[in-house]
């Protein structure tokens, strides 16, 4: 299982970023979620999405700015970002296997792409 998130880089504050994740054909009927972390914390959930898409969850701290969506024929996982934080500064990993907000539920991780958001 393969896993590859692109689409990472720097942003002004305000500005908006996509992140994509591929995916192989196994994960296609797991739930799949976005997950982050900054420097010197801990990985934090962002958003999750069910394989038909039914079902999304979303961290408190990205409600409303953040758009998780999955295109299971292109067997790609987004995530639109927009009105980027300072505090949305890290790296972003996709996963699969849940839907809910906790990282343990979810078995392949990708490798992870830099968000970073300046000034």
């Known amino acids: 299982v393969q896993l590859q998130a692109s689409g990472g880089g720097l942003v002004q504050a305000g500005g908006s970023l996509t992140l994509a994740c591929t995916f192989s054909e196994f994960t296609l009927s797991n739930g799949m979620g976005w997950f982050r972390q900054a420097p010197g914390k801990e990985r934090e959930f962002v958003a999750a999405?069910?394989?038909?898409?039914?079902?999304?969850n979303y961290g408190d701290s990205v409600k409303g700015r953040f758009t998780i969506s999955r295109d299971n024929p292109k067997e790609t996982l987004f995530l639109q970002m927009n009105s980027l934080k300072l505090e949305d500064t890290g790296v972003y990993y996709c996963?699969?296997?849940?839907?809910?907000?906790?990282?343990?539920?979810?078995?392949?991780w990708g490798q992870g792409t830099l968000v970073t958001v300046s000034s």
């Open positions: 996963a699969a296997g849940s839907y809910q907000p906790i990282a343990r539920w979810y078995r392949f």
């Open positions: 999405i069910s394989w038909s898409g039914a079902i999304i």
